[in-house]
């Protein structure tokens, strides 16, 4: 069991309705490392600059992260966002965005992360993601993007897609890249592009699940606080990752699993939310994963 995830370590200044935070740390890599460490070993392929020290490391390794795959850049600074939520956190507002570091960012990867039965390409450019997948030997690999990739280099993202196994984008960015409104068309369509399954983000209503067996869809927990949707989405693709590499059988995971990591990948978002970046998440525990599990199984259970 292990997976590498290669994606932006960054600082983030966040503000909602609820509150705010300064310079916490966050990114895609991060966020989804996290979420994935309660279930496999995680290895973390990003760059950091000369900002980033012991303090924003530990948060990592003290979950059983390997970081030997962080390159620091001693001369930079790393990526910095601010952005904003107003009431609907399912929109983020982008205040202010400085690459640094990340702007020259070419993933090279060490033994050990080429060898991880599993591969993430977190939402970095489509030419970086190819490869990243070209250095890898992963059975399983799944690539998550946005709509800047869509719109601006929408040729070199669909080279990326076919030559991945799971795609992992929200609804209406999976709308957009297959210029289909309806969602179910949409996942169909994706599928053609070459993945085998297709995971459709849907934030606060959950999410969907397509493979050739057909659609799959669990709900958003309902939650009484919601303080910073920030990563969230990158934690479910944690949770959904980190149990199938978990769970995986001669290199394979049937249909039951996928369902099963769909409600795990629900599980870590959930916990993600409810406090500013990385804050709650780091701090779980396995029986609390495992309670929020089983609220998830009573929310969607019923008799026939």
Not at 24 to 49: D, K, N
Not at 185 to 193: E, G, I, K, S, V
């Amino acid at each position: 069991m292990s997976l590498t995830a290669v994606g932006s370590i960054a600082f983030d200044s966040v503000r909602t309705p609820f509150g705010e935070r300064e310079r916490m740390l966050g990114g895609s890599a991060v966020h989804f490392a996290l979420a994935a460490s309660f279930f496999t070993e995680v290895r973390v392929v990003g760059p950091v600059g000369a900002d980033f020290g012991d303090e924003q490391l530990a948060v990592l390794t003290e979950q059983k992260i390997a970081v030997d795959d962080i390159e620091r850049i001693d001369d930079g600074q790393t990526f910095f966002w601010r952005g904003h939520y107003d009431h609907d956190m399912n929109v983020a507002h982008t205040d202010e965005t400085e690459l640094n570091v990340f702007a020259a960012f070419e993933p090279k990867l060490s033994a050990a992360a080429c060898e991880a039965e599993t591969l993430f390409l977190g939402n970095i450019q489509p030419d970086l993601q190819r490869d990243v997948r070209r250095q890898s030997s992963a059975g399983f690999v799944a690539l998550d993007s946005m709509n800047l990739w869509i719109e601006t280099a929408r040729e070199s993202l669909l080279a990326a897609i076919a030559d991945v196994d799971c795609l992992l984008l929200n609804d209406a960015e999976l709308r957009m890249l297959t210029e289909q409104p309806n969602l179910v068309t949409a996942a169909r369509a994706a599928m053609a592009l070459g993945p085998s399954v297709v995971v459709a983000k849907r934030g606060e209503y959950g999410a969907m699940l397509f493979t050739e067996k057909g659609p799959f869809a669990i709900p958003g927990l309902p939650l009484e606080e919601v303080r910073d949707p920030t990563g969230a989405g990158d934690s479910f693709a944690g949770g959904f990752l980190g149990y199938l590499d978990a769970v995986r059988v001669d290199g394979k995971h049937d249909e039951r699993a996928l369902r099963r990591a769909m409600a795990y990948g629900s599980v870590m978002a959930s916990f993600n939310v409810e406090d500013f970046g990385t804050e709650r998440v780091a701090g779980l525990s396995q029986d609390e994963v495992a309670e929020r599990l089983a609220a998830f199984k009573a929310l969607t259970h019923f008799h026939e």
